[in-house]
């Protein structure tokens, strides 16, 4: 009975390369959310996807970054072009239906990205 | 609008005190309410939940928190501190859509 699944756990980039981020939410979950925790900091929403569509996009940056959660396979996060702002931990999170009352979520160990 | 508010980025008390945990949450629909705790370079893990059932909820390790809607307050208590429970906090609410909005956190550090 596996939890929410990231990975890597850790992962470094220079600037100007890509970051891909990668979720496996909970087994029968199709409720996925990710959060972005800068150094010192809570956590902060980002976006929040069912199978094949995204619901709630409202915290994710205008630009290079963007989010799927395909039909089949996990919920990527990509970083595209990094900059050193954002090295932070990225946690995914996976939920049931939450509109069934179904209100909890369940966090992986998150990524950590390094941008050198 | 949802938003909330922890009182206190560091917490600092003896083993076997009292642990007071302050959280204000602003909400325009009855909120959902959560405490999570994060051990360093780990996940969160999920304490307690108010989800408009009793106020008073008993979660995890012997934690428990008050719903006081008139005060529009979800404090984290636990009558007697270990040392395990060196963490930090977080205080989230919800409008029952599933994404959280979080506090600052709460960094609990125990003394010996």
């Known amino acids: 009975n596996a939890g929410v699944m990231q990975n890597p756990r850790h992962l470094v980039r220079r600037r100007g390369q890509e970051a891909r981020l990668r979720c496996s939410p909970v087994?029968?979950?199709?409720?996925v959310y990710w959060y972005r925790q800068l150094p010192e900091e809570g956590l902060k929403f980002m976006v929040y996807?069912?199978?094949?569509?995204?619901?709630?996009e409202s915290g994710m940056p205008k630009e290079r970054f963007s989010a799927e959660f395909p039909k089949e396979g996990p919920s990527i996060l990509r970083i595209q072009q990094v900059v050193r702002g954002d090295s932070a931990a990225y946690f995914c999170?996976?939920?049931?239906?939450?509109?069934?009352?179904?209100?909890?979520?369940?966090f992986g160990q998150g990524t950590r990205l390094t941008v050198v | 609008a949802q938003s909330v508010t922890q009182l206190g980025s560091h917490v600092s008390v003896s083993e076997g005190a009292l642990v007071l945990l302050r959280c204000n949450y602003s909400?325009?629909?009855?909120?959902?309410l959560f405490w999570y705790v994060q051990y360093p370079n780990q996940g969160l893990q999920l304490l307690l939940k108010?989800?408009?059932?009793?106020?008073l909820v008993k979660g995890i390790n012997g934690f428990e928190a008050e719903f006081k809607k008139s005060e529009t307050s979800f404090h984290l208590t636990k009558p007697s501190a270990h040392m395990s429970d060196a963490a930090e906090y977080f205080c989230?609410?919800?409008?029952?859509?599933?994404?959280?909005?979080f506090g600052q956190g709460t960094e609990l550090s125990v003394k010996p």
């Open positions: 999170a996976s939920s049931r239906n939450p509109g069934q009352g179904n209100t909890e979520a369940f």
């Open positions: 087994k029968g979950h199709s409720h």
């Open positions: 996807l069912q199978k094949e569509n995204i619901i709630d």
């Open positions: 909400s325009s629909v009855p909120p959902y």
């Open positions: 108010y989800t408009s059932a009793a106020t």
């Open positions: 989230a609410v919800s409008d029952g859509g599933g994404k959280l909005i």
